[in-house]
């Protein structure tokens, strides 16, 4: 059986694989994806190799420059690269993006009723670290923020940044595509093509809207509650 070390280090370079895959058929140098990131080639190539601990905000950044959703760079499944987009103020942005996640897992690990010691105990860390990982002193490795999603009930995709095109997740399964407005009407059924062009329907499509924006822990404690009512 491999350790939790081994686990990490395995997942570390499988990503590297994948930036280096989606670098190269971008047909970008590790010293454009330096620049990009306001880092060095040497930190790059660390990437690449898995041995550099990347971070969600420079896989976004690197996913922005590659021209593919953020999580091809992540899912060995996904592939397909085009051009890159302007360049963004990255050492802003990293410094920013590095705080909000920060935020975002000590709001998920106290939700989740997690110590930090807990958190440092999966990923073979001080609880220093973690502490460090919540305020945005030190980014965390992607493979780290992984686990903790799964350690305390979260999707990963819930802290991308919305802002950047690349951000949204591709599907996996038989539609593999990122689907436009257009294409996703015509895939519809006709029943809820009808449905939708009611003006009736608008009360409860803006319930739906409401319920899409509620946190996941929320929507299972409301389901669990309706369920309790029906019996």
Same mark, same amino acid.
Request: net charge negative.
């Given at each position: 059986?491999? @350790?939790?070390?081994?686990?990490?280090?395995?997942?570390?370079? %499988?990503?590297?694989?994948?930036?280096?895959? *989606?670098?190269?058929? =971008? $047909?970008? =140098?590790?010293?454009?994806? *330096?620049?990009?990131? #306001?880092?060095?080639?040497?930190?790059?190539?660390? !990437?690449? !190799?898995?041995? #550099? #601990?990347? @971070?969600?905000?420079?896989?976004?950044?690197? *996913?922005?420059?590659?021209?593919?959703?953020?999580?091809?760079?992540?899912? +060995?499944?996904?592939?397909?690269? +085009?051009?890159?987009?302007?360049?963004?103020? /990255?050492?802003?942005?990293?410094?920013?993006?590095?705080?909000?996640?920060?935020?975002?897992?000590?709001?998920?690990?106290? &939700?989740?009723?997690? /110590?930090?010691?807990?958190?440092?105990?999966?990923?073979?860390? @001080?609880?220093?670290?973690? $502490?460090?990982?919540? !305020?945005? +002193?030190?980014?965390?490795?992607?493979?780290?923020?992984?686990l903790l999603a799964d350690l305390l009930d979260v999707?990963?995709?819930?802290?991308?940044?919305?802002?950047?095109?690349?951000? &949204?997740?591709?599907? /996996?399964?038989?539609? /593999?595509?990122?689907? =436009?407005?257009?294409?996703?009407?015509?895939?519809?059924?006709?029943?809820?093509?009808?449905?939708?062009?009611?003006?009736? =329907?608008?009360?409860?499509?803006? %319930?739906?809207?409401?319920? !899409?924006?509620?946190?996941?822990?929320?929507?299972?404690?409301?389901?669990?509650?309706?369920?309790?009512?029906?019996?």
């Amino acid at each position: 059986m491999i @350790s939790a070390a081994q686990a990490l280090e395995v997942r570390s370079k %499988m990503i590297g694989v994948l930036v280096r895959a *989606a670098r190269v058929a =971008s $047909g970008k =140098s590790l010293k454009e994806c *330096a620049e990009w990131l #306001g880092s060095s080639t040497h930190v790059m190539s660390q !990437y690449e !190799y898995g041995r #550099g #601990g990347i @971070s969600l905000p420079e896989i976004e950044l690197l *996913a922005a420059l590659f021209h593919v959703p953020v999580n091809h760079l992540w899912n +060995d499944e996904l592939a397909d690269v +085009d051009q890159a987009e302007e360049r963004p103020p /990255t050492g802003e942005l990293l410094r920013l993006r590095h705080k909000e996640i920060g935020v975002w897992v000590r709001q998920a690990r106290m &939700r989740a009723g997690k /110590t930090q010691a807990q958190c440092a105990e999966l990923l073979g860390v @001080s609880a220093e670290t973690i $502490g460090r990982y919540e !305020y945005g +002193d030190k980014p965390i490795p992607f493979s780290h923020l992984e686990l903790l999603a799964d350690l305390l009930d979260v999707g990963v995709d819930e802290v991308l940044d919305k802002n950047l095109p690349t951000s &949204r997740i591709a599907l /996996t399964g038989d539609d /593999t595509e990122v689907l =436009s407005p257009e294409d996703s009407w015509a895939r519809l059924p006709d029943k809820v093509k009808d449905f939708l062009r009611n003006p009736g =329907s608008l009360p409860y499509l803006e %319930m739906a809207i409401q319920f !899409y924006g509620l946190p996941k822990d929320y929507l299972r404690q409301l389901a669990e509650a309706m369920l309790t009512t029906e019996e």
